[in-house]
């Protein structure tokens, strides 16, 4: 089985920033991909940033610029640095992990922007 730490969620006023961390533990070793995922309040989840093993990323257009994903691969861990908050960017944050053709979800930290 796999564990996740999910951190740093919380509430922040629009502008400000947070810095998300999930750290995997378990039966794996160096994921293939890692990534965050969000679900706003009435909406399907989506993907915000993905990284694979070799540091290449992809982040959803609307987080571009403001967001970065990064990852240490001792540690099994990854990041979400996120700036310019926005109230839209309210959400559940996810980790996924992707190991050997499975998916592992975190269960997710709270973001809140609102002033």
């Known amino acids: 089985q796999v564990q996740f730490v999910e951190s740093g969620g919380g509430l922040v006023q629009p502008g400000g920033s947070l810095r998300l961390s999930c750290v995997a533990s378990?039966?794996?070793?160096?994921?293939?991909?890692m990534g965050w995922y969000r679900q706003a309040p009435g909406k399907q989840r989506e993907l915000v940033a993905v990284?694979?093993?070799?540091?290449?990323?992809n982040y959803v257009d609307v987080v571009k610029g403001r967001f970065t994903i990064s990852r240490d691969n001792a540690e099994n861990t990854v990041y979400l640095q996120m700036n310019n908050l926005k109230p839209e960017d309210t959400a559940v944050y996810y980790c996924?992990?992707?190991?050997?053709?499975?998916?592992?979800w975190g269960k997710g930290t709270l973001v809140t922007v609102s002033s």
């Open positions: 996924k992990v992707s190991f050997l053709g499975t998916n592992y």
């Open positions: 990284i694979n093993s070799g540091g290449s990323t």
């Open positions: 378990g039966r794996l070793f160096r994921p293939n991909v």
